[in-house]
């Protein structure tokens, strides 16, 4: 495989490794906190990288994370850039040589794509360096489990290696390959998982009186549901309440008594995920005393907060990106796709922006194909802005 023999020009990666990097990469997806093989492939790749002023470090609590710390000469910040590592439970339904090799695993979020910019930036500062430091955080988890809050609240960011400023992309398929899409402010929104475990009592399909069915309960329970986003949050603000995993029952002709739902809230501002959160559960308890079972409910929103961008960081980049012919930049609306870089850019001023991929299909779907002209564009984009904010004073 190419990863083992680099050859890396002054220039950093080249195109053409870059993409071979993201092929690999797509091929060997890994959920959230199981990214063994992605972890140990970059730290391969990286330690091709010229050494002298580069740091890689690991954690013992968050074993597939990395930092990978570049010193600068005469530093008078340290500027991060974070990208996450993790792949969906999704089966991948593209035609590619590079397809997963992983069942039921897809790099469907493009979190292939962000690593491998990540790594493109990275190995031209490895070979240029420098004058402020840069951390560069490949992070876990971003799916589930909110990798990004365990890696800040491991404290590997505190001390030496404290940020001043973090910046992140995502994957965009509705923007053109290489177009940056921003907006000051609320970016995507926070986001809070809803597990409910049904409890009632299972029986014949013929004798219903003498069972208590957890089907016909659950799906009263999520139509409820709709009805929050519909009538108890102000259309102006907006919400979205979905249930993409139920389970329950083992035969046609055998009752369920156990039922179980996976679902995710999401809205652009913290009040209203908390009005939709006291709905559910006010939903459930209802359901609960109307069909005489028991619901374990959990809402959790972990690091899922908003991604609200930092006003004069943001502006500085978009002034960056909207005055540089070679980049097409477009203003973009706030977007209901959550982050735990919402939990980072809460403790550290960042933004995050849109990188277009003009994939045929949507985010998270079993056939999401990126656009590779984009990584390079990315690439490009981040190094021209870093050296240009490097430069500036304050
Ligand atoms: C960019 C993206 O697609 N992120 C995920 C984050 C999921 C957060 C959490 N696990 C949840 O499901 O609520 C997304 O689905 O937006």
Redesign the pocket.
């Known amino acids: 495989m190419i990863i083992d023999d680099l050859q890396i020009a002054d220039c950093g990666l080249t195109e053409a490794q870059l993409i071979d990097i993201r092929r690999y990469l797509h091929q060997i997806p890994e959920l959230a906190l199981q990214e063994v093989q992605t972890s140990a492939t970059l730290k391969a790749i990286m330690h091709q990288f010229k050494q002298d002023h580069i740091e890689i470090i690991t954690l013992p609590e968050l074993p597939t994370a990395i930092l990978v710390k570049v010193h600068g000469t005469n530093a008078q910040r340290t500027i991060g850039y974070r990208t996450d590592m993790d792949a969906l439970a999704v089966s991948e339904d593209n035609d590619l040589s590079f397809k997963s090799t992983n069942p039921g695993k897809m790099h469907a979020?493009g979190h292939d794509i962000h690593m491998t910019v990540a790594l493109g930036i990275l190995s031209y500062f490895a070979n240029h360096q420098p004058s402020d430091n840069l951390i560069f955080i490949f992070q876990p988890a971003?799916?589930?489990?909110a990798g990004g809050m365990r890696l800040y609240e491991s404290g590997i960011l505190s001390g030496a290696n404290q940020i001043d400023e973090l910046y992140a992309l995502?994957t965009n398929p509705d923007l053109a390959a290489g177009t940056i899409g921003c907006r000051n402010g609320t970016l995507?929104?926070g986001?809070?998982?809803i597990h409910a475990e049904f409890t009632g009592i299972s029986g014949h399909a013929a004798f219903p009186h003498q069972a208590n069915d957890m089907v016909v309960a659950l799906s009263q329970w999520l139509v409820q549901l709709q009805t929050i986003v519909a009538r108890n949050v102000d259309p102006i603000k907006g919400g979205v309440v979905t249930i993409g995993n139920v389970s329950a029952g083992t035969a046609n002709n055998v009752i369920a008594g156990s039922a179980q739902a996976h679902g995710?809230?999401?809205a652009l501002q913290q009040p209203t995920i908390d009005l939709i959160k006291e709905r559910v559960t006010a939903i459930t308890r209802g359901i609960e005393a109307s069909f005489g079972c028991q619901i374990k409910l959990t809402l959790n929103q972990?690091g899922?907060f908003p991604v609200v961008n930092a006003p004069q960081i943001t502006a500085r980049f978009i002034n960056y990106v909207s005055s540089n012919p070679a980049i097409n930049y477009v203003e973009t609306q706030p977007a209901?796709?959550?982050?735990?870089f919402g939990y980072l850019v809460a403790k550290i001023p960042g933004m995050m922006f849109w990188l277009g991929v003009d994939s045929p299909a949507a985010?998270?779907s079993s056939k999401y194909l990126a656009n590779e002209a984009a990584i390079m564009a990315a690439v490009k984009t981040m190094i021209g802005f870093i050296e240009s904010r490097m430069k500036e004073e304050d």
């Open positions: 979020c971003e799916e589930n489990f995502h995507f929104a986001t809070t998982e995710t809230i999401r972990d899922y209901m796709t959550g982050e735990d985010l998270h």
